[in-house]
Each structure stands twice: as C-alpha cells, then as structure tokens.
C-alpha cells in the first residue's frame, strides 16, 4: 500500500538551531510531496511542494526540503529556528499513479522550540 | 478572498443527533475534500468532489455519514445520528483541480458527548 512515514512524533530544538524533520514514502514513479504546518487550533497551510521540477525546494518561512528518490525521502529543514516555528508538521504525498489522486498524510511531526 | 470558510467552528452534541457541517470553497476551485482528524487516526480523507460530483467516497467511515454539494460555492458533510467516536476536527478544504494545491479552512471542533 502507498504511505508516507514521519520517522519522528516529536521533536524539540533550542531557538536558534538547526530544523530537521523527517519523511519517507513509498515509492512511486511519479509522487508529488508536500510539507503543512498546523498552528494550534488552526488549519493546515503549505509549506512547500515537489512536483518532479527542482529536487531541493524553497518554502515559505525559511524552510526547504530535499526531494531524494534515491532514499524515497523528502526531509523538511531550516537551518535557524524561531519560535513561532513551533506547530504540528505534516508530510503528505499524492500518489498519480492511483485512482484517488488524494492526499496521503503522514502522521505529524509536532516541532517544540525551546528558548 | 477570504479563503475556504467553515462552520461552525465548534459543535457540541448529544449521541444521537443529527450534525451538519458546512463549507464554502474559494471562489473559483473545482475540487473539495473533507477530512476528519483525531489524536488516534491523524488526518483522515473523507470525501472529495469534483465539479460538485464526488469522486471519492470510500474513506467515509460508515452510512451515518454523508456528503452533498448541491453547487460550485457550498458543500456539507451531515452525521445521522452521532456518535461520541465522531468526535474529531473536520476539515473542509478546496483546489483549483484534482492537481493543485489544497487550501485548508480552519476547522470544526465537534464535540458529541
């Protein structure tokens, strides 16, 4: 079955450092990836996107992800946290080759920032 | 634009009452989901529309549920009768196409007790 694993529920940094969270899918020969971000009590907003342009990707905020078919892997990064950073991460997946074209959500990553 | 609208924004219920959601898409985009998230499921699809017709039904948990969306600018996502495990955030979101990129509306917390 297609999926998509965010190898970590929570991560805490200190303000200031590194942001590193990551995913994997499963492969498919033509996968279209996303990074959300969920304040709290908020909806959901995108990030970024990989639709097959560029590998590494430029999002809003400051946050990038690297789209790595080779690892099946497309890990969210920024290399300064703030703390306004601090939400619930989503890695999501559209699997083209499949008859729902929907969205696959990873299970969340929730990011604490710490001063 | 205001984006994707939803209401209401909390919901609180008795087992066995009928709940309806509502949506309203951005002006414009052709495709709607609804999605159910919960701490045990996380975000789940529900339902997706396509030019007001659904496409995609098969992650509507059971008969209780149902999706309509009588026009362009307007869907709803109805619970008949509740159940305290319907308790969830629902979210409603909207795309130009099946392709393009989700925009998702804040929300409704129901709450069936």
């Known amino acids: 079955a297609q999926s998509v694993t965010q190898l970590d529920s929570h991560v805490s940094v200190s303000e200031g450092t590194p942001v590193l969270l990551r995913c994997n899918y499963s492969s498919s020969y033509s996968p279209s990836l996303f990074w959300y971000v969920q304040h709290p009590n908020k909806g959901l907003q995108l990030l970024l996107k990989y639709t097959s342009a560029a590998t590494l990707v430029k999002g809003i905020n400051g946050f990038e992800a690297e789209f790595k078919k080779s690892e099946t892997s497309f890990h969210l990064t920024k290399p300064s946290a703030h703390m306004s950073d601090a939400a619930e991460y989503f890695c999501v997946v559209r699997y083209m080759d499949t008859g729902r074209r929907a969205l696959t959500f990873g299970s969340g990553t929730r990011l604490q920032v710490q001063p | 634009d205001a984006g994707v609208i939803q209401s209401p924004r909390h919901e609180v219920t008795e087992m066995g009452q009928e709940v309806t959601l509502r949506c309203k898409p951005i002006?414009?985009?052709?495709?709607l989901f609804w999605y159910r998230q919960t701490m045990m499921r996380g975000l789940e699809l529900l339902i997706y529309?396509?030019?007001?017709?659904?496409?995609?039904d098969s992650g509507m948990p059971e008969d209780r549920f149902s999706a309509k969306m009588p026009n362009a600018s307007f869907s709803t996502l109805k619970i008949q009768p509740s159940e305290p495990r319907d308790s969830a955030v629902y979210f409603c979101?909207?795309?130009?196409?099946?392709?393009?990129?989700?925009?998702f509306g804040p929300g409704t917390r129901l709450t069936v007790t």
């Open positions: 529309f396509n030019n007001n017709v659904p496409i995609d």
């Open positions: 002006s414009g985009h052709n495709s």
């Open positions: 979101a909207s795309s130009l196409n099946r392709q393009g990129e989700q925009y």
